[in-house]
């Protein structure tokens, strides 16, 4: 059986890490602890704005500070609505269809994402994926201390998982696919047989054409 790697953030939806960050963020047990969060967060923001340009990573790791604080039965609390209202309403109109035809071809289809797992456990259910790769929040005392547990997915690291996951479950990685909008993984594209650019930045849509990688659009309806 072959496998489909699915990033998620701007190649299935049109969203990123910010969106359900922000939801989280205003949606704390009271509008006073709400603004103080809304406030922290913004300072951070020239910061956040410089991590993601240098280290995919070290954005992660800073960004879900937001969660320190937050007890683990709100976070679960509130996901199915931070689903409905962020992820579900930006999933690009073909992205179904997509993650469907790869079903169709007996496939597991695993999303490889920096978003955190609870969420991306209701993103695969409701696109049919088999498998989550995902970043996990630290939780001590029933609370996020705000850290990731490692290894944290992003950059270079996606393609390291992605070897393990195919190695674990049989998978032979000529055969498999992966897809994203990013340059930045391209390392997770390398790594399979078969890379496809969807939706993608100008980078990758460049080496995609140079190499001959299908370049695909899920912003319109199949």
Not at 148 to 155: F, K
Not at 200 to 208: V, Y
Request: contains cysteine; hydrophobic residues 45%; proline residues 5%.
């Amino acid at each position: 059986m072959a496998a489909s790697y699915f990033d998620v953030d701007g190649t299935l939806v049109s969203t990123n890490l910010v969106h359900p960050t922000l939801f989280y963020v205003m949606n704390q047990r009271s509008p006073l602890r709400s603004m103080a969060k809304l406030a922290q967060t913004a300072l951070r923001a020239p910061r956040l704005a410089l991590a993601e340009m240098q280290d995919r990573r070290l954005f992660n790791e800073m960004l879900f500070t937001a969660y320190e604080g937050m007890s683990q039965d709100r976070l679960l609390l509130l996901a199915d609505e931070a689903f409905d209202n962020v992820l579900k309403r930006a999933l690009f109109p073909a992205a179904r269809d997509l993650v469907q035809k790869c079903r169709q071809m007996d496939h597991d289809v695993v999303l490889v994402s920096g978003a955190l797992d609870f969420l991306m456990e209701k993103m695969a259910t409701h696109l049919g994926a088999t498998h989550v790769i995902a970043n996990r929040l630290e939780i001590k005392d029933g609370r996020a201390t705000g850290r990731l547990l490692r290894p944290v997915v992003a950059g270079p690291e996606k393609a390291r998982l992605v070897r393990e996951h195919a190695r674990e479950h049989g998978h032979d990685l000529d055969d498999c696919f992966a897809y994203s909008d990013s340059y930045s993984d391209v390392p997770m594209l390398s790594v399979v047989g078969h890379p496809a650019a969807v939706n993608p930045d100008a980078k990758l849509e460049r080496l995609a054409r140079t190499y001959g990688w299908p370049v695909i659009s899920l912003e319109k309806a199949s």
